[in-house]
């Protein structure tokens, strides 16, 4: 019986200024999220909501995504640290990473982010995404005393480092490992009781290790002037791709799809934000045709990996139940060298 693919579609459910601030937030994007509904129930995804506090505390945004929750979907929560309380922290592009935030803050943030989403939806959320991916290793810490099973904040091969010196997880693995906390979060914690289910990143070409060394060497800042990875993508010889509709192309993302199906990865991730759902709030879809874009894209996405592969729809929460024997010391780093 040939083993089913897990499908994760993941969503950042968060507000319409796409640039962080503290004021003059609004949610309006929320309004979309029953036309995608209607999208997954036709495909048979079954989505999971990462959720912010500025989301949660609207009232109409907190009942839409309830009605979603009853059809089926999972709510996570999802950390903006520069408007999530408490505000103690100074507003400046670094404190954006949440990693970058003293432990203490860091703890009190996400202890009032789930007792809000917990509020809202009346349970609390299992699994968790750091805004602009800013996980460390004592964000692992505070998930884990707050009551998280799950993170997904993880890009493998992606250093955000560039980005108000954010993470780098580049060398983390591509399929489910373990967290402790208060550790390099790339690295397994066999005992750990946090579960990381990565995004799904990586090349058009095998085996990604290579490819992934060859990326670093032609980024070193003395070869960066020249344009060599951006060149080499364009001609077609190798591309580093993302499983979003935002940022890659179907044909792409069907390709990493089979590339990470044969080194043994038993899941796929797909993930992008709720503003892209509304023309102009994010770079991704800055009008109505990129807007319409988007949504044939999932489509022809699922569509298209269904055809390449026995899928089994899931939240993050049934992957990771499905998943736990996956993320063992030993299949980890068999498949770290592939």
């Not at 989301?55 to 979603?68: C, G, K, N, P, S």
């Not at 999972?74 to 990693?99: C, I, Q, S, Y």
């Not at 299992?126 to 290793?137: D, E, K, M, N, T």
């Not at 009781?193 to 090349?203: A, C, N, V």
């Amino acid at each position: 019986m040939t083993r089913p693919t897990f499908l994760i579609v993941s969503i950042d459910t968060e507000e319409d200024n796409w640039q962080p601030r503290r004021e003059r937030v609004t949610v309006e994007n929320i309004r979309e999220l029953p036309r995608l509904d209607a999208l997954f129930q036709g495909l048979g995804v079954r989505a999971t909501y990462f959720t912010t506090y500025q989301v949660a505390i609207h009232t109409w945004a907190a009942a839409i995504l309830r009605d979603l929750h009853a059809g089926g979907a999972e709510l996570g929560a999802h950390l903006h640290p520069w408007n999530t309380p408490p505000l103690d922290d100074a507003f400046v592009p670094r404190n954006t990473m949440l990693k970058n935030l003293p432990a203490a803050l860091q703890l009190a943030k996400l202890e009032r982010l789930t007792a809000t989403l917990r509020e809202a939806f009346g349970a609390r959320p299992l699994a968790f995404r750091a805004g602009r991916y800013g996980l460390g290793p004592e964000t692992v810490t505070a998930l884990i005393r707050c009551g998280y099973r799950i993170d997904s904040s993880v890009t493998p091969f992606v250093s955000w480092e560039a980005f108000d010196d954010g993470p780098t997880f580049v060398g983390a693995p591509l399929d489910a490992y373990h967290l402790g906390g208060g550790n390099d979060v790339r690295i397994p914690q066999p005992d750990g009781p946090l579960l990381e289910l990565p995004m799904s990143t990586g090349y058009s070409r095998a085996p990604f290790s290579f490819w992934g060394g060859i990326h670093r060497g032609l980024s070193v800042p003395a070869l960066r002037p020249l344009h060599l990875w951006g060149i080499a993508s364009r001609l077609g010889v190798v591309k580093r791709i993302s499983l979003s509709p935002e940022t890659d192309s179907v044909t792409d993302m069907l390709t990493l799809s089979r590339r990470l199906i044969d080194t043994g990865v038993r899941h796929l991730h797909a993930f992008f934000h709720s503003p892209s759902l509304r023309p102009g709030l994010s770079p991704f879809a800055p009008d109505r045709a990129g807007v319409e874009r988007m949504y044939r894209a999932i489509a022809m996405y699922v569509e298209g990996l269904a055809r390449v592969t026995a899928l089994r729809f899931v939240t993050i929460s049934e992957a990771a139940q499905s998943l736990q024997a996956a993320a063992s010391p030993e299949a980890v780093a068999a498949r770290a060298r592939s």
